[in-house]
C-alpha cells in the first residue's frame, strides 16, 4: 500500500510539474498565451514558497522562549550588562 501511494505522490508531482513548465515555457516563447497560462505558472511559484518543512516553534533549534515578549513588556530585566559610565566619571585604574 505504501508504494501506491509513493507511486500516486510521484505521478502528481510529475505530472503538475510538467504542467507549470509548460505554461512557463509558452508564456515565454509562445506569442498567443494568455491568462490560463499565466495563472498556471504564478500558482505553481507560490506553491513553490510555501515552507513544506515546518516544524513546531519549540522544537526548532534556537527557537525563543514562548514568554519572552511578554516579559520584556513588562519590564523584566532585558540585559546584565554594566551600565555606562557618566561622562564625568573617573577613569578606573588601568
Known sequence: MAGRIRAVRWGAALGLGAV????VLRLALAPDSGALEGAV???G?????LPVHCMPKAGAPGALGAGRWSRAWR???VT???????SDAESGPS
Do not use: E, I, K, V
Open 45 to 49: 511559484w507560490g506553491l513553490s514558497l
Open 80 to 86: 546584565t550588562a554594566s551600565p555606562l559610565r557618566r
Open 41 to 43: 505558472a504564478a500558482g
Open 20 to 23: 507549470w513548465w509548460w505554461a
Open 75 to 77: 519590564g523584566a530585566p
